[in-house]
């Protein structure tokens, strides 16, 4: 049995996604974000760095694992699932797991922050973090115009991209033109899997994506 600590975040939505993908089961703790619970003791003993989403294996001595990157990695691993048979589609499937997650998430992290949540508009940071996202969708769409998925197959990368790139409008970014990022956003988002791990956990802490969501995004950005 899995524990999942998670929000609703893309970053969250990554890991459930997988464990839902996997078969795994799962026991979900929502994290309350805006009350900053992910500071509380108890939870930085399972991830030091205070951020969802975290895992405790209880099957494995109740090894704890933060770092979505990570936990992608160390389920596949744990599973033989998603991430290739051979060190070289091994390597592809972390090649995009990392562009992912040292570009396109901080990148689409800002662009949120500035576009969304930042009290003063500063047109200069909003304009700068959107090309910036819209470079790397330009990467992707080049990508997905040579292959079905990010590393050929199915992977822990598409379910690590997939969350933050289907996110684009909160970007304030636009996705008209790339083709193959449209039949790619689609095509993931069809999998029964990855529609109930989307859904973890129910709506409860952040709201929909309204003003609401503004003002529990801005409790928690420090």
Sequence with gaps: MIDLYTSETPNGWKVSIALEEMGLPYEVHAIALSKNEQKQDWYLKINPNGRIPAIVDRDAGNFAVFESGAI????????????????????????WLMFQMSGVGPMMGQANVFY?????KIPYAIERYQRETLRLFGVLE???GESEYLAGDYSIADMAMWP??????????SIEGLTNLQRWLDLVGSRAAVKRGR????????????????????????
């Design 199 to 222: 859904a973890v956990p129910p709506p409860a802490d952040l709201g929909q994506q309204d003003q609401k969501t503004v003002e529990a995004g801005r409790k928690f950005l420090v």
């Design 142 to 144: 080049k990508r997905l």
């Design 116 to 120: 969304r949540y930042a009290p003063e």
């Design 164 to 173: 933050w790139v289907s996110g684009y409008g909160w970007s304030g970014v």
């Design 72 to 95: 992608l990695v160390y389920l596949a691993e744990k599973t033989g699932m998603f991430y290739g048979h051979d060190p070289r589609s091994r390597s592809l499937v972390l090649q």
